[in-house]
C-alpha cells in the first residue's frame, strides 16, 4: 500500500534507480518474503551483473533513501528488505523467530495523516508495526518462567 507521498515542488525528485539497484528491486518484487541483503546476494548471484554483498547493502539504503524499498529488523537483528509498495506487519515469535503476517496494516494511512502535527516537515517513506511475543507452539513447549 503506497504512503502518503506528499510530493512538494520543493522536493528533489529521487535519483533514478541505477541497473544494481533495478535489479535488486526486481528480486524484491519477484520474492512473495522478505529477503535479508544475504539473500540478495545470492540471488543475484544468478544474474550477469556483479553485485558485492558491500555494494547490495549500500544500494539498498539508496533505494530506501529513494522510497522504493522498506526494511525491519528481525528479532535475530537482521534487517530484511521489501518494496515499499508491501505493507505487511507481523508477529514475531521472540523465542523461535516464527513470523506470521497480518491480514491488514493497523496503522493505515489515517494514522501517519493523525500524526503530521508530530512529523514537523518530517517526510515519512514507511513504517513498520509489529507484536513481539510466543507463538501458540511456544507457548505449549516453553511454558512461562514462574514469577
Ligand atoms: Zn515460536
Ligand atoms: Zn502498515
Same mark, same amino acid.
Given at each position: 500500500?503506497?504512503?502518503?507521498?506528499?510530493? &512538494?515542488?520543493?522536493?528533489?525528485?529521487?535519483?533514478?534507480?541505477?541497473?544494481?539497484?533495478?535489479?535488486?528491486?526486481?528480486?524484491?518484487?519477484?520474492?512473495?518474503?522478505?529477503?535479508?541483503?544475504? #539473500?540478495?546476494? #545470492?540471488?543475484?548471484?544468478?544474474?550477469?551483473?556483479?553485485?558485492?554483498?558491500?555494494?547490495?547493502?549500500?544500494?539498498?539504503?539508496?533505494?530506501?533513501?529513494?522510497?522504493?524499498?522498506?526494511?525491519?529488523?528481525? @528479532?535475530? %537483528?537482521?534487517?530484511?528488505?521489501?518494496?515499499?509498495?508491501?505493507?505487511? &506487519?507481523?508477529?514475531?515469535?521472540?523465542?523461535?523467530?516464527?513470523?506470521?503476517?497480518?491480514?491488514?496494516? @493497523?496503522?493505515?494511512? %489515517? %494514522?501517519? %495523516?493523525?500524526?503530521?502535527?508530530?512529523?514537523?516537515?518530517?517526510? @515519512?517513506?514507511? &513504517?513498520?508495526?509489529?507484536?513481539?511475543?510466543?507463538?501458540?507452539?511456544?507457548?505449549?513447549? #516453553?511454558?512461562?518462567?514462574?514469577?
Amino acid at each position: 500500500m503506497a504512503m502518503a507521498h506528499h510530493a &512538494h515542488p520543493s522536493d528533489q525528485a529521487p535519483p533514478t534507480p541505477g541497473p544494481r539497484q533495478q535489479a535488486l528491486l526486481t528480486v524484491l518484487r519477484e520474492s512473495d518474503a522478505e529477503l535479508s541483503g544475504q #539473500e540478495l546476494h #545470492e540471488r543475484l548471484k544468478q544474474g550477469s551483473q556483479r553485485h558485492g554483498l558491500a555494494t547490495v547493502y549500500r544500494n539498498l539504503r539508496l533505494l530506501q533513501r529513494s522510497g522504493l524499498v522498506r526494511c525491519r529488523k528481525l @528479532p535475530n %537483528g537482521e534487517s530484511v528488505y521489501a518494496p515499499l509498495e508491501r505493507d505487511d &506487519h507481523h508477529l514475531t515469535c521472540v523465542s523461535c523467530g516464527y513470523s506470521e503476517p497480518l491480514p491488514i496494516c @493497523p496503522v493505515g494511512t %489515517g %494514522g501517519l %495523516g493523525l500524526s503530521k502535527v508530530l512529523l514537523q516537515g518530517f517526510k @515519512p517513506l514507511f &513504517h513498520t508495526f509489529e507484536i513481539h511475543g510466543l507463538c501458540r507452539s511456544c507457548q505449549q513447549s #516453553e511454558p512461562l518462567a514462574h514469577g
